[in-house]
């Protein structure tokens, strides 16, 4: 009879251990195949390192040449040999257990979903056609129960999702707008800024102008202040010289008096002189 052991534990294969097998051809027994693989992020053979994901592990069934029985065994119709082994029905049931509980994480968002449902998977992979009868009914609806619960929360998450990503899009299509807003105020912005450089060298250079046409005023003040006082010095000194022409004016007038009372002096004398000698001596002509 061939002798089968787990790649891990090295403990003897029997229906019991329930002998599973990689693509790559290494068995392992059931516990230590879920419990190497399901930990895994990336799943591997522990013998060569190939991946393996632990959905896709080969169940074997050897045809076991031992003419005595192995646990507790029926008939069932059929013909069918059914074993009905209390480790086994103990270990396939332990593992449903741990797929309820799995999958009530997953529910509750402590575990992620998808290491509950490889666990799930590992459970249905266990239950053979000789083991399903021996199984506890209720355990069944109750990682059936869970299951819709789960698949029903998916379809939600599923629809969150759709909700969440149409929010998302509008979200970008909102950002992208306010991009577009944001760039065009930037633009205007910075023309403004120009604008404003542009007229603040303006304001300078008319600050300067000013400066230059105040100090030109002040200038021109001090001119003026210098020509109003050279304006009254010869308004002042044209005052003199009126004073001066109408002193000469009066002169000239009494000198002109003068003149004609002389020549009328003159005239007598002239007068007399062609009259003839006179015995009587003038003073008048000795005067002249």
Known sequence: ?????????????????????????????LDCATFHLARMEQPSCAVCRKAQPLDQ???????????????????????????????????????????????????????????ALLTCNTFVNSVTDRERPHINTQLLHEVSF???LMSTKMKD???????????????RANEAYLRSQIQQHQATNERLEKEKNY???????LEDRIALLERQCGLSAEDAGRQRVKAGKAQNELEEVKQQCDEWRQAAVRAKKKYHALRNKIEETKRAARRGPSNDTSDDLVVA
């Not at 019991?16 to 051809?25: E, H, W, Y």
């Not at 007229?199 to 250079?205: D, G, W």
Request: charged share 30%.
């Open 1 to 29: 009879m061939p002798t089968f052991r787990c790649s891990i534990c090295l403990d003897s294969l029997d229906d019991a251990k329930k002998p599973m097998t990689t693509l790559c051809g290494h068995i392992y027994c």
């Open 57 to 115: 592990m080969i169940r074997l069934y050897p045809d076991w040449e031992d003419s005595e029985p192995r646990g507790d065994s029926r008939t069932a119709e059929g013909g069918v040999s059914v074993s009905s082994s209390p480790v086994s029905v103990r270990s396939i049931e332990r593992a449903g257990e741990d797929a309820v509980d799995a999958i009530k994480q997953a529910i509750a968002d402590r575990q992620d979903a998808h290491d």
């Open 146 to 148: 869970q299951l819709s």
């Open 157 to 171: 998450d599923n629809d969150r999702l759709r909700r969440l990503r149409s929010n998302a899009q509008n979200a």
């Open 199 to 205: 007229l603040q060298s303006k304001i300078i250079q």
